[in-house]
Structure formats: structure tokens, C-alpha cells
């Protein structure tokens, strides 16, 4: 099993930076892919990043591009989402997810391990 806890959400105004933050325990080796998925309410799970942790492409949903981030620390089985110029348009929960394909995939069937969630909300 896999383990992961977000953290990092918060209230932010318009044009604001937050980092989010993913730390994966567990049989965490068994982990090739990790990605970040956001929910509104009323919506669908939405794909927002993915990357392998063995290098490669990393992938943005077209909304982000420019604005979101991801990252990892190794040393830290750690996965960061850095948000800058954030919009009202972005408010959703946040997931870490994990999937054990090496090949990043922005279907969310694919990921089996998934974090609690963290709330961001960006006022206008």
C-alpha cells in the first residue's frame, strides 16, 4: 500500500502563489507515476499534472500551463505543486495521486493510490 497526505490549501486572493504539498510513504518504490487531480464543486475529478518519478515528460492540463509547478524531492518521497497567478476559476480540492504505470496518464482511473485532499480557494 501506498500512503498520501497532502497539505499546503488555503484561501487565497486572485493573482496569489500557494505550494501544495504530497509526502508518499508506504511501498513507495512500487510508485512510478504521481499527479495532481482537482475537483470542484459540481464537476468532475479534473487532471491538472502527472510525472514519473523516473524522469521523463512531465504533463499540464492546458489551464495551468505557465502558472502550475510540479516537483519532487526524492530524498523526501515528496511531490510539490507550486501555483502562481492563481484565478477564482482554479477553487477545488486538490489530490495527490499515485499510479504504478510508468507511463503519466491523465485519466484518474488509472491512479489506485489517492490523498485526502486539500481545500484551495481563490477569491476575486
Known amino acids: 500500500q501506498v500512503q498520501l497526505v497532502e497539505s499546503g490549501g488555503g484561501l487565497v486572493q486572485a493573482g496569489a502563489s500557494l505550494r501544495l504539498s504530497c509526502a508518499a510513504s508506504?511501498?513507495?518504490?512500487?510508485?512510478?507515476?504521481m499527479g495532481w487531480f482537482r475537483q470542484a464543486p459540481g464537476k468532475e475529478r479534473e487532471f491538472v499534472t502527472a510525472?514519473?518519478?523516473?524522469?521523463?515528460?512531465?504533463y499540464y492540463t492546458d489551464s495551468v500551463k505557465g502558472r502550475f509547478t510540479i516537483s519532487r524531492d526524492n530524498a523526501k518521497n515528496t511531490v510539490y505543486l507550486q501555483m502562481n497567478s492563481l484565478k477564482p476559476e482554479d477553487t477545488a480540492v486538490y489530490y495527490c495521486?499515485?499510479?504504478?504505470?510508468?507511463?503519466?496518464?491523465?485519466?484518474?482511473?488509472?491512479?489506485?493510490?489517492w490523498g485526502q485532499g486539500t481545500q484551495v480557494t481563490v477569491s476575486s
Open positions: 508506504g511501498r513507495t518504490f512500487s510508485v512510478y507515476t
Open positions: 510525472f514519473s518519478w523516473s524522469g521523463g515528460n512531465t
Open positions: 495521486a499515485a499510479s504504478l504505470s510508468s507511463v503519466p496518464s491523465s485519466d484518474y482511473a488509472r491512479f489506485p493510490y
